[in-house]
């Protein structure tokens, strides 16, 4: 595991030298912010709570974590620095790991970049510091697991495109399954157990307790399981 | 690796991560980090979770769909279901939540209607819903709507719905009191022979208590209680025997729950002719409890006095008729806290005596004006002179409240000896020196209130008769009879505090262009009523003549003035109006874009800076 740490300040310099990172923050950011004061009716709301914003990290990151993460082995395939990359002495693991790594922190800046909203609701108001604290801790464990499903999804492929599309539908799917109609839906075409085994997967429902206040256990298990899971499959699909 | 070695590891991996998804899914910890612990259940609700024998049904009304729910409501309407999932997982198997969302024109929503759900409209016209409906078995119970101006109450409502809704027999009070509340108020002797003079109807009360209970009268004079009651309301009583007064002791300390009302100075008895005493005072009781009540000392309140008037047209304040308001209630408990105006009638106050292990919880606290006067220097015929002697001493003194905790017994050296005829009495066997249970006793220093004739006006028309509140009295009574009904567990259910999470900001500035503007704003619309006033009049004279009178040139003239003046008053109120909310709208304006742009801001400058710093790095010579 020594090579993770070189591996991941390479890695996480990388994005503070390349334009398309600030791009991706700056495009991130502002639809945070314009998601949150419009369709989202932030001010109207008339509620010192972030919870306006919080809800729309899952459909803001369904962009972005692919966004982010369709280079990270695709483009490596592509260019064949991969072959090169494992001619060091580095294992895929420590591979994996510190790619993924320096994504996640990037993302996390990113995240908490949305920091003027805080300040924004403590002056309206006096907020409730709980749930700011565990929606803000949700986002950035949920934002792993996306991460790590798109480095999959970038492992799997040699074209940046299809690593984005691929990723996108993954996270999709991850996503609507939390949406009412669809575990209706589910619920009338499968077997019960399959279905309730089935949403048990939803990054909605599975970010709702954090996003007020609670930390569920069960919750944040399973955002780290979905990581790990993924990114050992990474190193499965990776590994020679 | 070879592909089929990686596809088992894959296989592996992925029943792996079902599995253990499908484990922690069941892993009850949580943590709640919200300020009061909001989606906390407390531990009377988990009780009444823990009782739940056949499973309860809750349907979750809530027209999410309905795109123009105010945002407010919306969060609200959020939070209740987080809530309700609390239930559901804490009840695990044996409640069931369903969220609904009854859109227009459905099944469902025909179904919330029928339930009993109360739709309210949204200025688009769209009905929404925000209820619920309990059900067990064939019985259910409904929250037609979720107020949010109480949300401290929600867990408090789901609670004792999911209680009542398991409930299958009432259960049995038994009142103990010398007013007449059950069989009503006998007219006076000379008005007996008088026609249509109402003979004996219940008191208001009396319907409450039997809509929750199966009453039970217990006189005076009994040596016993019955065996199988639930609650006791011992209500300005009469002299105890000893026997009895032992019994509603040791009741008591067994963990029932009592409701005293006692009284100083009965205004009731003042008018009555049956002889109800003046003042009830169980002095050993509550004295053996650790309860300081002093019977001589009627309580009131300066600065909120009730005013009566003579009926020759004078009027005098009268401060131990105290008025109470929402600042004397307490807003957090659910006995209280939907109450805005009760009236007590020569209340007194109590304090329980340090050292004890009770704990009190004030019901009705009076502040600043409160004070006091010797019951005997009443002087009912002239209100005045009584005010005179009305020493005010501002502090607080509480006029009702809950005590819970460990009683102990008002008769320490065990049961009292038997009356006069021993035969007839079975001897005491057994007794409790202390609370066995936790005790629970509602104690108010006023009788009074209870009455009708101080609580509300009966209308009768056309054989029918309703009543009609002039003060809140009835509920606070409807209250503590629906709090004794509910099951043990209930009773230790409070409402949470309030929280107020609202912009300070907004509402500051609303607050300041409001006084700002006042004044404009209203003489536009008197002048704006004025100018409509006087076009209504030319219309009405026109019509009066048929239509068809022809206005005169100067009519026609003056009409043309009135209806250009009122398209002006009209410009300048809505310009008023927009400058009232022109600050707010440009805060929202100023923090959009602060949100907007100082982090993408911030960002530039360290990418630029980072830039700079390698250039220098690479244009620098080694």
Known sequence: MQQVKPLFKREFAGYFRSPVAYVFSVVFLASAAILTFFPGQFFESNEASLRTLFQFFPWIFLLMAPAICMRLWAEEKRSGTWELLFTLPLTTVEAVLGKFLAAWAFFTIAILLTFPMVVTVAYLGTPDWGPIFTGYLGAILMGGSYLAICSLASALTRNQVIAFVLSFLICLVLLFLGIG???????????????????????????????????????????????????????????R | MKTTAKLVSFLLLLASLVMLVTIISYLPWQKDLTDNRRYTLSEPSKAILERIEEPVEIQFYYSRSVSDLPPRLRNFAERIEMLLRQYERQGRERLIVQVIDPRPDTQEEEEALRSGLQGFPLPTGERAFLGMVVRQADTEEIIPFFDPARENLIEYRISTAIDRVQRIEKPKLGLLTSLPILSGEEPPPWAQQQEGSQNGTPWAFADSLREYFEVEEISGEAHRLPADLDALAVIHPPELSENLAFAVDQFLLQGSPVFLAVDPS???????????????????????????????????????PTQIDDGRGQVFSIPIWPTIGRNHLNRDHPLTSDLENLLLVEPGHFTVRAGRDLNLTPLITLGEGSGFIHRTLIDHQNPARTSNRFIRTDNDKILAGIIQGSFRSAFPDGPPALGENPDEEEPWSEWLLRSENEGLLILV????????????????????????????????????????SGSRSLMGLRGRAAEDRSFEVVQRLQAESMERYQAELTRLEERLQEVQNNLQEIQQKRGEAGGRLALTPEQQEAILEFQEEEATVRGQLREIRQALREDIESLKRTLFVINLTVSPILISLLGAMYYMKRRRKLTTPK
């Not at chain 2, 009966?458 to 503590?480: K, T, V, Y």
């Open chain 2, 445 to 484: 220093a006023d009788s009074d209130w209870i009455a009708d004739d101080f609580s509300l006006q009966r209308l009768r028309f056309m054989g029918r008769s309703e009543i009609r509140p002039f003060n809140d009295n009835f509920f606070l009574g409807a209250n503590i009879v629906e709090f004794l």
């Open chain 1, 181 to 239: 109609l669809v575990n209706d839906l589910m619920g009338t075409l499968l077997p019960w157990w399959l279905a309730e085994g089935i949403s048990q997967f939803s990054f909605l429902s599975r970010y709702e307790a954090l996003m007020i206040g609670l930390l569920p256990v069960g919750d944040i298990l399973f955002f780290i399981l979905l990581g790990l899971f993924a990114l050992a499959t990474t190193v499965l699909v990776l590994e």
């Open chain 2, 266 to 304: 009965s205004q009731y008895a003042q008018r009555s002719f049956t002889g109800v005493p003046s003042q009830s005072n169980p002095t050993k009781l509550l004295d053996g409890w650790g309860i300081d009540f002093d019977e001589d000392q009627v309580t009131g309140d300066r600065l909120h």
